[in-house]
């Protein structure tokens, strides 16, 4: 167990809609990563928060949105589904900058029909 | 480019024997770290091993350790006498460069290894 947790686990849905995936990093972490990882894509970054503020942006599509809260959890925001946007989607957290180890949570699976 | 290379698409090894788990990287920064991850059947990350750029001796944990060959800038990750429970997808990943905005990781494409009784 990393630590690192996420809900849900599964996510089905359909085009159109909108979901909300949730992370609470490992106590003590402040920074927190959101991965994708898809059949055609692979493991992909997507965004990176630090102590509530946004450090890093990677292929993040402009329908999804990520936030980290006072209390250091985070979520991630995807809208408007695609069928293409069915993947495992990770968390991960670190202490800070230039701590080295992400460690991941278990990932949302989500499906979109 | 890809940044990250794995060449083993799959790999089918003998219980107790040991493995050598190929990754090359591209980089021109001279700080970077290198990662080694597990993905078991059930879904989630697991952390194995670091090698960071400066690191004078390869890295060691447990039954795992990292061939780092800075010149060919290969990062191979060695498992010995495997068991059942290794069977997995094992992913190498590179963290580039140092400081603000440089923590986000780049994984290759994972090697499928299957451990054989």
């Known amino acids: 167990d990393s630590g690192v947790t996420q809900t849900p686990k599964h996510l089905i849905t359909a085009t159109g809609q909108r979901v909300t995936l949730r992370c609470s990093p490992r106590?003590?972490?402040?920074?927190v990563y959101w991965y994708q990882q898809s059949l055609d894509q692979g493991l992909q970054f997507l965004i990176q928060y630090y102590n509530g503020e946004e450090r890093a942006k990677g292929n993040i599509l402009e329908r999804f949105s990520a936030q980290q809260f006072p209390d250091l959890h985070s979520e991630l925001n995807l809208s408007s589904l695609e069928l293409g946007d069915s993947a495992l989607y990770f968390c991960a957290s670190s202490v800070g900058v230039n701590q080295e180890t992400q460690y991941f949570g278990p990932g949302t699976r989500l499906l979109v029909l | 480019a890809q940044k990250i290379t794995q060449t083993q698409p799959g790999m089918f090894v003998q219980e107790k024997e040991a493995v050598t788990l190929d990754c090359t990287y591209d980089?021109?920064?001279?700080?970077?770290?290198l990662f080694w991850y597990k993905q078991p059947s059930s879904g989630e990350m697991i952390f194995l091993i670091y090698?960071?750029?400066?690191d004078q001796q390869n890295a060691t944990e447990g039954r795992y350790s990292l061939n780092f060959q800075k010149a060919r800038k290969s990062a191979n990750l060695v498992i010995s006498a495997s068991q059942l429970g290794d069977s997995a997808m094992y992913f190498c990943a590179m963290r580039e460069g140092w400081g603000f905005g440089n923590e986000k990781l780049t994984f290759g494409t994972g090697t499928r290894l299957t451990i054989i009784p």
């Open positions: 106590s003590g972490d402040l920074s």
């Open positions: 090698q960071g750029s400066y």
């Open positions: 980089t021109s920064d001279p700080s970077y770290g």
